[in-house]
């Protein structure tokens, strides 16, 4: 099965004056009368002002932010995989090298890789995921 492609954005509110804080995650293809919708954690009595306060409730936002982050957290997994895929091949080449020259070239080769502009651009794309996982993302 196929989740909606990303981003997910995070949008914290209160529900009703005192029922709870929902952590809304999305948007999402609905159906209906809605063209979106958004997933809820909820934190049912926690509100926005007790965040720093509550123990519960930063939790629930620490999951909520983990949960938007997930499609932008996958892809950049499924992007260092194949860098990683892409280096284990090149030592697999050189594992037993017959010359120092092999050796040059596997160390070449992997240094191209990490060096590459599309490599680099990865990194920071991951890193980037991981911020907003941990709802340290800058803007």
């Not at 620490?62 to 860098?83: C, F, H, K, Q, Y």
């Not at 010359?99 to 599309?118: F, P, R, V, W, Y």
Request: charged share 20%; aromatic share 4%; proline share 4%.
């Amino acid at each position: 099965m196929n989740h909606t492609p990303g981003p997910w954005a995070l949008e914290t509110v209160d529900i009703n004056n005192m029922s709870g804080t929902c952590h809304k995650i999305g948007p999402f293809p609905a159906n209906g009368a809605y063209t979106h919708t958004h997933a809820c954690v909820y934190a049912d009595t926690i509100r926005r002002h007790d965040y720093g306060h509550s123990k519960v409730g930063d939790e629930l936002l620490a999951n909520a932010r983990l949960i938007a982050a997930a499609p932008d957290l996958l892809e950049s997994v499924r992007d260092m995989v194949t860098i990683l895929s892409q280096i284990q091949n090149l030592l697999t080449g050189y594992l037993v090298p017959d010359s120092l020259e092999d050796q040059d070239d596997c160390i070449n080769g992997i240094l191209s890789i990490a060096d590459h502009k599309e490599t680099l651009q990865k990194q920071r794309k991951a890193l980037k995921a991981i911020a907003k996982a941990e709802g340290k993302e800058t803007t």
